[in-house]
């Protein structure tokens, strides 16, 4: 199939085309190369697609409303893996247009693409931010999400909004991924395995928030690779059974589903970083500091749902998803542990 694959630069984008094209399929990649973090970094994930004879990459802002809908009329993809987002938690604090501009007009005018040229099946990138203040764990796809606390969660929660929108005007089936914790080799260098194993290589100290009482989903990037090419060939359908005067948040009476993906084993923090520490052979110099605005203390993923659509469920243990990133990391930046 011919299939469009927006944030093709970035860590889930590129991973994701690489499965793709590795499997047949065409990909028209875009992306803005925005400078959020190193674009050194995003130019070297597109060298690692540049060698497929089906890989062609678009330098385009889906916030660029013609530029979009020109680029669904010229090319005509079958299906859209949507990855393209202003990430972060923390930045939205400080840059909160930014979010409006990528999350919220970015995401209609991939909507609008994809009314306009009847496209078979739109996936896109959510987020486990989506459960904001909820308590009851693990969290569920079937449970209200209501209260974010963070715009990048809001924006999140929007984009679920808008696809159902879609799907129940034009019966465009959309499919949405709650990502939980993404890591693994050609990370972000905003997330934390990135900053903890640049900062214990070069003997500084790490930020460990909620002094280290944090407890998180981390799921390896080739179980949510896996999870997506799965999504992907199974396209959202109507719930038959959905009951209107007790709606269901995770599907619909339109061709819409929800569903997370993560690993459903929660690792303390402390856990992850000795991870790294044995990863690396080399000690952290921890710093213990406050709760973040916008952060929560714990995620924890059901994934019962996922496993039942595509019959597979994220497993790479953290040792190991851990030990893949380290020896990316030194391989890249050519470093040497101790």
């Known amino acids: 199939m011919k299939i469009l694959v927006t944030g093709v630069a970035g860590f889930i984008g590129m991973h994701s085309a690489k499965r793709l094209l590795d499997d047949g399929h065409e990909i ?3 992306d803005n190369l925005n400078d959020y973090y190193e674009v050194t970094l995003k130019k070297d994930r597109l060298k690692t697609l540049e060698s497929y004879r089906h890989f062609r990459f678009l330098k385009l802002d889906i916030k660029d409303q013609k530029d979009v809908l020109d680029l669904f009329k010229k090319e005509m993809p079958q299906r859209v893996l949507h990855l393209a987002a202003q990430a972060g938690v923390r930045y939205s604090i400080q840059n909160p247009y930014v979010y409006i501009d990528s999350n919220i007009q970015g995401f209609i005018n991939i909507l609008e693409g994809c009314r306009t040229i009847k496209a078979e099946h739109l996936v896109y990138a959510s987020s ?3 459960y904001g203040g909820n308590a009851k764990v693990p969290f569920s796809e079937h449970d209200n999400v209501d209260h974010p606390i963070s715009l990048y969660a809001a924006t999140k929660k929007a984009n679920e909004l808008m696809a159902h929108t879609y799907s129940h005007l034009y019966q465009i089936p959309t499919t949405g991924l709650r990502f939980f914790t993404v890591y693994g080799p050609w990370g972000r260098p905003d997330m ?3 900053l903890f194993t640049k900062a214990i290589l070069n003997d500084q100290p790490i930020d460990i928030f909620n002094h ?3 407890v998180r989903d981390f799921t390896y990037v080739g179980d949510i690779v896996e999870s997506l090419i799965r999504i992907i060939d199974k396209i959202a359908t109507p719930n038959t059974s959905f009951d209107k005067e007790f709606p269901d948040p995770a599907t619909s009476h339109a061709p819409y589903r929800i569903f997370n993906i993560g690993n459903n084993q929660p ?4 856990d992850y970083i000795e991870a790294i520490e044995s990863a690396l052979h080399k000690k952290a110099v921890k710093n213990l500091v406050g709760l973040q605005p916008g952060d929560v203390p714990l ?3 059901d994934t019962s749902e996922l496993n039942q659509w595509v019959n597979f469920k994220p497993n790479t243990s953290i040792k190991e998803g851990v030990k893949r990133f380290v020896d990316w990391y030194q391989t890249y930046y050519k470093v040497i542990s101790f």
């Open 28 to 30: 028209i990649g875009i």
């Open 192 to 194: 934390a395995l990135f």
């Open 212 to 214: 280290g009482k944090m």
């Open 299 to 301: 995620t924890s993923a």
């Open 267 to 270: 690792i303390p923090l402390m």
């Open 128 to 130: 486990s931010s989506v």
